[in-house]
């Protein structure tokens, strides 16, 4: 509990002071929606920290006769109404393709609020991180022949080798984090874990904060489009090289230090995000939207906490992790 509310509560309430981007684009022709999207925000925020990811699950949890629940459902509610079932469906269907622009937006803002790079270079970490399946696994010769052998399977994900775990079927989240001594999300995107990582980070680094300076990466990053956007975003681009160890140009040694932070930066917040929303093992979801929904959510709601720890003076790294366990 955090004071008189559930951590939960707390952290749905947060939502309402956050920035949320605007839209691309108009509308199309057809009735204006009632609710905002802020509303659905809510409801994410619900759903991720009690590994509820369908719509029958969060409304069934809502209808629970707690005070918690009364507090939650009063804070999903709209000049006096509620979104109906269907209503749900389709606009959580939708919110994973606005979950990027709102977690860079919410980013900038901490950026902003705490100040990470006051006392150190203004560099963040991008890398990836592969996300086992739901499942059993599509092997590579049945779905050459269009075979689907069990139907636990998640067509729609797809194999990665990792220089950690091996040859993964799953998912890779694409993140980008500050590199200061509180590990802030800036850029996020879930993609089949075939997706080339340089080509992902070229649709995020435009959606960094203006004063990030260096972008630490590994050699996945070490390609031409991405050294070519970053001299357009005055961003200097820091990766490790290809070829025999040890290397021994001129630089070898200032890679090496901004390799070590890259590292000490994306590793701990690897293993940390994996910790608090238990995706060690396979992810809980099925399906692109699915899964975009539950994982680029958590990051949102880490976010939130680091907001929340922002406002109560407390220590990110002491106080992050027990308050997304309370949730």
């Given at each position: 509990?955090?004071?008189?509310?559930?951590?939960l509560?707390t952290?749905?309430?947060?939502v309402?002071?956050?920035?949320?981007?605007?839209p691309?684009?108009r509308?199309g022709?057809g009735?204006?929606?009632?609710?905002?999207?802020?509303l659905?925000l809510?409801?994410?925020?619900?759903?991720?920290?009690?590994?509820?990811?369908k719509v029958?699950?969060?409304?069934?949890?809502?209808?629970?006769p707690t005070a918690?629940?009364?507090?939650?459902?009063?804070?999903?509610?709209?000049?006096?109404?509620?979104?109906?079932?269907?209503?749900w469906?389709?606009?959580?269907k939708?919110?994973p393709?606005?979950?990027?622009?709102?977690i860079?937006c919410?980013?900038?803002?901490?950026?902003?609020?705490i100040g990470?790079?006051?006392?150190?270079g203004?560099?963040?970490?991008?890398?990836?991180m592969?996300?086992?399946?739901r499942?059993?696994?599509?092997?590579k010769?049945?779905?050459?022949?269009?075979?689907?052998?069990?139907?636990?399977?998640?067509?729609?994900?797809?194999?990665t080798?990792s220089g950690?775990?091996?040859w993964?079927?799953?998912?890779?989240?694409?993140?980008?984090?500050t590199?200061?001594?509180?590990?802030?999300?800036?850029?996020a995107?879930?993609?089949p874990?075939?997706?080339?990582?340089n080509?992902?980070?070229c649709?995020l680094?435009?959606?960094?904060?203006?004063?990030?300076?260096?972008?630490l990466?590994?050699v996945?990053?070490?390609?031409?489009?991405v050294h070519?956007l970053c001299?357009?975003l005055d961003?200097?681009?820091v990766?490790?090289?290809?070829g025999?160890?040890p290397?021994s140009?001129?630089?070898?040694?200032?890679?090496?230090v901004?390799h070590?932070l890259?590292s000490?930066?994306?590793?701990?917040?690897?293993e940390?995000f994996?910790?608090?929303?238990?995706?060690?093992?396979?992810?809980p979801?099925?399906g692109?939207?699915?899964t975009r929904?539950?994982?680029l959510?958590?990051i949102?709601?880490?976010?939130l906490a680091?907001?929340y720890?922002f406002?109560?003076?407390?220590?990110?790294r002491v106080g992050?992790?027990?308050?997304?366990?309370?949730?």
């Amino acid at each position: 509990m955090v004071g008189e509310e559930s951590a939960l509560v707390t952290l749905v309430r947060l939502v309402d002071a956050i920035p949320i981007p605007q839209p691309a684009s108009r509308r199309g022709r057809g009735h204006p929606r009632f609710y905002p999207d802020r509303l659905f925000l809510k409801a994410l925020v619900i759903m991720v920290p009690r590994r509820l990811h369908k719509v029958h699950e969060l409304l069934s949890a809502l209808d629970e006769p707690t005070a918690e629940m009364q507090a939650l459902r009063a804070l999903l509610t709209e000049a006096g109404r509620y979104p109906t079932r269907r209503t749900w469906e389709r606009r959580l269907k939708t919110m994973p393709d606005n979950l990027p622009g709102q977690i860079a937006c919410l980013g900038c803002c901490l950026i902003s609020l705490i100040g990470p790079w006051a006392s150190c270079g203004r560099a963040s970490a991008i890398d990836s991180m592969a996300l086992a399946a739901r499942g059993g696994v599509w092997h590579k010769h049945d779905r050459e022949k269009g075979v689907v052998p069990h139907s636990s399977i998640d067509t729609e994900a797809n194999w990665t080798k990792s220089g950690w775990h091996g040859w993964v079927y799953g998912w890779k989240l694409h993140l980008v984090t500050t590199v200061a001594a509180v590990w802030i999300p800036l850029a996020a995107e879930l993609t089949p874990a075939n997706a080339a990582d340089n080509e992902v980070a070229c649709a995020l680094l435009p959606k960094l904060p203006a004063e990030v300076r260096f972008i630490l990466g590994d050699v996945h990053y070490n390609a031409p489009n991405v050294h070519d956007l970053c001299g357009q975003l005055d961003q200097i681009p820091v990766t490790t090289r290809y070829g025999p160890y040890p290397h021994s140009d001129a630089g070898v040694e200032v890679r090496r230090v901004f390799h070590k932070l890259r590292s000490t930066a994306i590793e701990n917040f690897n293993e940390q995000f994996k910790s608090i929303f238990d995706v060690h093992g396979q992810v809980p979801t099925k399906g692109l939207v699915n899964t975009r929904r539950f994982v680029l959510g958590a990051i949102l709601v880490y976010q939130l906490a680091l907001l929340y720890c922002f406002h109560n003076h407390r220590e990110p790294r002491v106080g992050l992790k027990p308050l997304l366990r309370a949730a």
